[in-house]
């Protein structure tokens, strides 16, 4: 039996990660939520995750940020692939540069289900259900 992949959420919006939380519960993943990028961090240290996914602002303006630089920064989690999404369009082009720096994917705007699934699968793959 394969043990199903883990990914981290983090979002200050709770009606926006449980969303995110039951749509990838239902693909197949293992979520883990939280509400600050500073959490997020700690607990990419200390959970070996697949994937986390950010919201560019928690706490701060630039928690999703600030968190993938300390993520980058340490070698537990410096090659954990990461998607940042925000509502804010011109605050993810304001920190297009540093998300791509951290060699992260962004989600601009409002975007769709489909789309963020699409990211996770292209990031970690489509999680495969043990048969039989």
Do not use: K, W
């Not at 043990?3 to 969303?19: G, K, N, P, S, Y």
């Not at 560019?56 to 954990?80: C, F, K, W, Y």
């Not at 791509?100 to 996770?120: K, M, N």
Request: with cysteine; charged share 30%; net charge negative.
């Amino acid at each position: 039996m394969q043990d199903r992949q883990l990914i981290i959420l983090a979002d200050d919006l709770l009606d926006m990660r449980e969303m995110l939380n039951d749509l990838l519960t239902d693909e197949g993943y293992d979520v883990v939520c939280c509400s600050a990028g500073v959490l997020a961090f700690e607990l990419a240290r200390r959970l070996p995750p697949d994937l986390i996914i950010l919201d560019l602002q928690m706490e701060s303006r630039d928690a999703g940020v600030q968190a993938l630089r300390q993520m980058r920064s340490n070698p537990a989690t410096v090659r954990v692939p990461a998607l940042v999404y925000s509502t804010d369009e011109e605050r993810l082009r304001d920190h297009a540069a540093d998300i791509a720096a951290c060699d992260s994917v962004a989600l601009r705007g409002t975007f769709r289900i489909d789309t963020l699934l699409e990211q996770v699968r292209s990031l970690i793959g489509p999680h495969e259900r043990a048969v039989g």
